[in-house]
């Protein structure tokens, strides 16, 4: 697991998977936002992620693939789940950036790597009951 504070105003918003937890088929992206300030309206975050692959395939230096980026938000609870990444084999670490349009945005984010079967590959959002 990682936790890095991200900033809409920063230049650099990357937070990277811990490597020390080994290779995962997915990872699950947590944001937690504070209360927003006055009549601001609540962010959406552009979210990509690159991969970074080790495969004796690929030859023996490690391949970075970026996955098409998705947009989250806005969020309805404090800490919410709001994506997974997805990819068919073992991802040696999983580098995710974020950037919004909103006006002084910030959250904290988790990544959270796993294994499971996958058949699919990408960045999938996980919507909330509010949107219609």
């Known amino acids: 697991m990682s936790v890095a504070e991200i900033n809409s105003e920063s230049k650099h918003n990357v937070v990277e998977s811990d490597p020390q937890f080994g290779p995962s088929t997915h990872c699950v992206v947590i944001i937690e936002q504070p209360p927003l300030m006055g009549d601001e309206p609540p962010p959406q ?3 990509s992620a690159t991969l970074t692959l080790r495969d004796p395939v690929f030859g023996k230096e490690a391949l970075l693939a970026t996955l ?3 947009i989250v938000g806005p969020l309805i609870q404090k800490r919410q789940v709001v994506a997974m990444a997805k990819y068919p084999s073992p991802v040696e670490r999983w580098t995710f950036r974020f950037s919004s349009d909103a006006g002084r945005a910030t959250a904290r984010v988790w990544l959270h790597p796993g294994n499971s079967p996958v058949t699919e590959c990408g960045i999938f959002v996980v919507k ?4 219609g």
Do not use: A, C, F, S
């Open 45 to 47: 975050w552009r979210v």
């Open 68 to 70: 098409p980026t998705v």
């Open 128 to 131: 909330h009951g509010l949107e």
